[in-house]
Nanobody, 123 residues
Framework: QVQLVESGGGLVQAGGSLRLSCAASGLIFSTYAMGWFRQDPGKEREFVAAIPGSARTTKYADSAKGRFTISRDNAKNMLYLQMNSLKPEDTAVYFC????????????????WGQGTQVTVSS
């Protein structure tokens, strides 16, 4: 079965950096578009970034542009999110998600989800 396992979350001060990882198994990773989403308690899940299997393009939410970088290593079945210049408003549980072929900013388009990793940014 498909498994997505996030790691790399934690507590960081504002202005700091974190690198999230997502280990994928049970799927032909290179044929899946991958996305990062986040959810703060009491709020709806929101799109952060997405990357197709080819990694030729990337999509970012406006809040992530210029600070976050999504990347993938198809040889290792790994997805990454490098987060720099973190702000308190970036505090959330971050999820990786997979869908066949085409990226999307709509979480309902994604077939598989990880359990999430907590990111907390202190001011």
């Amino acid at each position: 079965q498909v498994q997505l396992v996030e790691s790399g979350g934690g507590l960081v001060q504002a202005g700091g950096s974190l690198r999230l990882s997502c280990a994928a198994s049970g799927l032909i990773f290179s044929t899946y578009a991958m996305g990062w989403f986040r959810q703060d308690p009491g709020k709806e899940r929101e799109f952060v970034a997405a990357i197709p299997g080819s990694a030729r393009t990337t999509k970012y939410a406006d809040s992530a542009k210029g600070r976050f970088t999504i990347s993938r290593d198809n040889a290792k079945n790994m997805l990454y999110l490098q987060m720099n210049s973190l702000k308190p408003e970036d505090t959330a549980v971050y999820f990786c998600a997979a869908r066949p072929f085409i990226t999307s900013i709509d979480d309902s388009d994604y077939s598989y989800w990880g359990q999430g990793t907590q990111v907390t940014v202190s001011s």
